[in-house]
């Protein structure tokens, strides 16, 4: 007799077309994100292509066509030293999405090694959240000029005053999902078993609050380029010579009743850019929330 053949298994797949709805159905449950996202790239796009869609040089003065409005020959009109605002915008962008994302950055690494610290060596958390809560205390605007007022202005050190006050923000986030993880079963069992500190916080903790950590970064940065901006706007940020949003709008204040649009287009880009970051952090936070996962 012939040995019976065994039955296959059927080895189940995802159809394509089942794919798409699902996905289809994700941006529709997260339209903030989408939205705030492709708004960004397209900001980040445009100041990336600078080099390339600039039709002047953002310095080239020609005092003869000072504060024309909006042609076809200048897109945004020109300024009061008759440079290019088009140009100057796009270019601007570049500074501004730089300082937000340097901030992010850093504000992020060094709040995440302050609130690990604080949340997990109970003799150190007194001592850092009381320096934390002074930070906080004063308003990170204020700050920031008050360390500009004493440093040279130059980008690098608008980056440094702007991150100091952000720093708190993340500490106290870091800290706060610290000292709930400290006391799950699988950081305690992790100690049981003679595992070193440093190996616990990377493999443990760290993979459990990046989430959070994602969203806090992208609302930092939306506070970094309003800050940056609104430095430059007072004249303690980047040089005036560099061409930023912040400068541009404080050059044109003066000319407001006569060549409005100055101060109009950069202020729109910095709208936009902003509004696009908080969309996307947003978005992240729903996006990233276990519990509206669960209903995908």
């Not at 159905?25 to 708004?39: D, N, S, V």
């Not at 991150?163 to 400290?182: F, K, M, Q």
């Not at 004249?235 to 061409?243: D, L």
């Amino acid at each position: 007799m012939s040995a019976a053949i065994p039955a296959t298994t059927a080895v189940p797949f995802e159809d394509e077309g089942a794919v798409k709805p699902r996905r289809m159905r994700w941006a529709r449950k997260h339209p903030t994100l989408i939205i705030g996202l492709l708004m960004l790239v397209l900001v980040a796009g445009i100041s990336l292509a600078a080099p390339w869609i600039a039709t002047y040089d953002p310095q080239d003065l020609d005092p003869v066509a000072r504060m024309q409005p909006p042609s076809a020959e200048h897109y945004f009109g020109t300024d009061a030293l008759g440079r290019d605002v088009f140009s100057r915008a796009v270019w601007g962008g570049r500074v501004s999405l730089a300082v937000g994302l340097a901030v992010a950055i850093l504000a992020t690494v060094a709040g995440v090694l302050i609130g690990l610290v604080s949340g997990f060596v109970r003799w150190a958390d007194g001592p850092i959240m009381r320096v934390m809560d002074g930070l906080m205390a004063i308003p990170g605007i204020l700050l920031a000029i008050a360390l500009m007022a004493v440093t040279k202005a130059s980008l690098t050190t608008v980056i440094v005053a702007i991150t100091i006050p952000e720093i708190p923000r993340v500490a106290r986030l870091v800290r706060s999902l610290a000292l709930t993880l400290r006391e799950q079963l699988f950081v305690e069992a992790a100690h049981a078993v003679g595992t070193r500190l440093p190996t616990i916080l990377w493999r443990h903790v760290l993979p459990n609050i990046v989430a959070p950590l994602i969203v806090q970064a992208t609302f930092v940065a939306a506070s970094a380029v309003l800050i940056e901006a609104s430095l430059s706007f007072l004249g303690v940020g980047v040089p005036a010579q560099t061409p930023s949003w912040g400068n541009m709008m404080a050059e044109g204040r003066n000319f407001v009743a006569v060549a409005f649009h100055i101060i109009l287009y950069p202020g729109i880009l910095l709208a936009l850019t902003v509004l696009a970051i908080n969309l996307l952090g947003d978005g992240l936070r729903d996006a990233l929330d276990p519990r509206l996962a669960r209903q995908l």
